[in-house]
């Protein structure tokens, strides 16, 4: 069993998925957001072919401080935040597997600032954005 990771976005939907301990996070591709149905048949495929038991979705949250609490205030005005969340409720109403969020601030750069042959091979920095993502939650739980 693995954990599916996104970084959605309104174009493109990055992926990545753990390995089977649910240790490490490895690139898996990119989605186009063309259609909503596309996504779902393409994502219903990737969740059965890769043995998926959960998904970790990046939300953009502000870079400002706040409460302990992933989302603050502010978050809610921004509307990339609110179509991550609206994107998340979709999926909660198409699958029937736990989907989580996680803390993505900054995972796009990070992943651009990775080498330029791992973004490359992975079909550009969405899929790596993803694993960051999804690194960033197997560790903060699997501590």
Same mark, same amino acid.
């Given at each position: 069993?693995?954990?599916?990771?996104?970084?959605?976005?309104?174009?493109?939907?990055?992926?990545?998925?753990?390995?089977?301990? &649910?240790?490490?996070?490895?690139?898996?591709?990119?989605?186009?957001?063309?259609?909503?149905?596309?996504?779902?048949?393409?994502?219903?495929?990737?969740?059965?072919?890769?043995?998926?038991?959960?998904?970790?979705?990046?939300?953009?949250?502000?870079?400002?401080?706040?409460?302990?609490?992933?989302?603050?205030?502010?978050?809610?005005?921004?509307?990339?935040?609110?179509?991550?969340?609206?994107?998340?409720?979709?999926?909660?109403?198409?699958?029937?597997?736990?989907?989580?969020?996680?803390?993505?601030?900054?995972?796009?750069?990070?992943?651009?600032?990775?080498?330029?042959?791992?973004?490359? &091979?992975?079909?550009?920095?969405?899929?790596?954005?993803?694993?960051?993502?999804?690194?960033?939650?197997?560790?903060?739980?699997?501590?």
């Amino acid at each position: 069993m693995s954990i599916l990771g996104i970084d959605y976005g309104a174009k493109k939907i990055g992926l990545a998925k753990s390995d089977q301990f &649910k240790k490490l996070a490895v690139p898996l591709g990119t989605v186009f957001n063309n259609s909503k149905s596309e996504v779902l048949a393409k994502l219903k495929n990737i969740c059965q072919q890769e043995n998926i038991d959960e998904i970790v979705v990046g939300v953009p949250v502000s870079l400002s401080t706040g409460n302990s609490g992933l989302l603050r205030e502010i978050d809610f005005k921004n509307q990339q935040v609110k179509e991550v969340l609206a994107f998340i409720d979709w999926l909660k109403t198409n699958f029937s597997l736990p989907i989580g969020m996680e803390d993505e601030r900054l995972s796009t750069k990070m992943a651009n600032r990775l080498e330029k042959d791992l973004v490359k &091979k992975n079909g550009g920095d969405d899929p790596i954005a993803a694993m960051l993502v999804l690194q960033s939650y197997l560790d903060r739980n699997n501590n």
